[in-house]
């Protein structure tokens, strides 16, 4: 099953909460994330049945192998183990990852782990305690993110690093994140400043690009590229000349890769999102508690994926001197 641009759907990003424990200023802003912010109500949000029983619908309609959970806060999400072990007793799905801010792995990664996880993806965005206080607007320490990552080292999960570069918030923390993950057995992967939502208060000015991170690093630190694990891979992965340890670099702003992209998001609601800039999503829940059968989940999911055709950050440069497209939030989607 190909879209209208010819791409496949392999790989399933599911937001399992829109609730953070953070406020990571270009994510949720906490002036706008307050109090007063009103978020998914319970009975809208998918159950876990439901989410694992959709996770099967897409691996009969289109053959996915790859899961990546996401949300939001995964890790907020209560019993999120059973989840993971649903899923891991799918047929046809042979990666499980998630993405999270590590801050509550300590107590869950070791029981994620049995449960049929493989890899984490922990975001981290500067090493400097203050900084990332400010940065993650919750005064959260650096070392809670460091105690996360051990944990899920020790679990022998797979770990991924991911780091936000905005200019003006943490460009003088390319080097030294390089330098502290540089021989720890963990891939730092660094992410231009996307234009994700409404919200972020986002300009060109602050992306630092693939080509300026590179030369940062590789000034003090030789890198080499790599080839691609596969395609429609979204980081460019490089390789230290000094030995063999790698680092990415996320380039959706400067570099698009939505020719390639296979990726489809479920929010926790149960939209199906086929951009990551979309406006909306396609509501599969009300579908689904709706009675509809197997067969009609199936034909849903194949038409809303062969009529795609975004390709938001191919055109990016061409909206930004147009008004505002509304957006749906990366809280909601997962990034
Ligand atoms: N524009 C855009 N950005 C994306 C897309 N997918 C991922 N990203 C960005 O890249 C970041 C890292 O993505 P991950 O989920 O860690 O990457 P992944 O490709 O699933 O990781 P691996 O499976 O380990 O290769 C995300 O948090 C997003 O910021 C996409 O389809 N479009
Ligand atoms: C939305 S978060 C959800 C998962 C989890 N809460 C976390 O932070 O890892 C997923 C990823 O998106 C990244 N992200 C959030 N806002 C972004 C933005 N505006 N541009 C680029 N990446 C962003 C985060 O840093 C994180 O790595
Ligand atoms: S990036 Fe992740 S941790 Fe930070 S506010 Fe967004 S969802 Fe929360
Ligand atoms: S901008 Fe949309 S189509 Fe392009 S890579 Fe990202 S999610 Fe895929």
Redesign the pocket.
């Known amino acids: 099953m190909k879209d209208k641009l010819g791409r496949p759907l392999r790989d399933l990003r599911i937001s399992v909460t829109d609730r953070c424990n953070f406020r990571c200023r270009y994510c949720m802003p906490p002036e706008i994330f307050d109090k007063d912010f009103k978020f998914m109500p319970k009975t809208e949000i998918l159950t876990l049945e439901e989410l694992a029983y959709m996770t099967k619908l897409f691996v009969k309609a289109a053959g996915i192998e790859k899961v ?1 959970i996401t949300g939001g806060e995964p890790l907020m999400r209560q019993n999120l183990v059973h989840l993971i072990s649903m899923i891991k007793e799918i047929e046809g799905i042979n990666d499980i ?1 998630m ?1 999270t801010n590590g801050s509550l792995l300590p107590s869950q990664a070791k029981s994620l782990k049995k449960a049929g996880l493989e ?1 984490v ?1 922990i975001s981290l965005d500067s090493l400097n305690d203050e900084k990332f206080k400010y940065i993650n607007g919750r005064n959260i320490g650096v070392q809670s993110v460091l105690d996360g990552i051990n944990s899920a080292l020790k679990a022998d999960l797979q770990v ?1 690093i ?1 780091m936000v570069v905005k200019r003006g918030m943490n460009e003088e923390d390319i080097l030294p994140m390089a330098r502290f993950f540089k021989d720890k057995g963990v891939i730092l ?1 660094y ?1 231009e400043y ?1 234009d994700v939502g409404n919200t972020n208060g986002w300009k060109l000015d602050h992306v630092v690009s693939k080509k300026e991170i590179f030369s940062i690093i590789n000034k003090e630190l030789p890198i080499e590229p790599v080839d691609p694990n596969y395609l429609g ?3 460019d992965r490089y390789k230290y000349k000094d030995n063999d340890n790698e680092i990415g670099i ?1 380039s ?1 702003v400067t570099d698009a890769f939505c020719s390639t ?1 296979s ?1 489809a998001r479920l929010s926790a609601d149960g939209n199906l999102v086929t951009c ?1 800039f979309a406006s909306k999503g396609h509501n599969l829940r009300d579908f689904l508690r709706a009675g509809a059968s197997d067969e009609e989940m199936i034909t849903k999911i194949k038409e809303i994926w062969t009529n795609r055709e975004d390709k938001y ?1 191919e055109e990016r440069l061409s909206h930004t001197d147009k008004k505002e497209i509304k957006k749906i939030e990366m809280s909601h989607i997962g ?1």
Request: with cysteine; aromatic share 0%.
């Open positions: 990546r990852a993405t890899r993806t991924k991911n992967r992410i996307m891979e979204v980081a996320i959706s992209c990726r990551l950050s990034g």
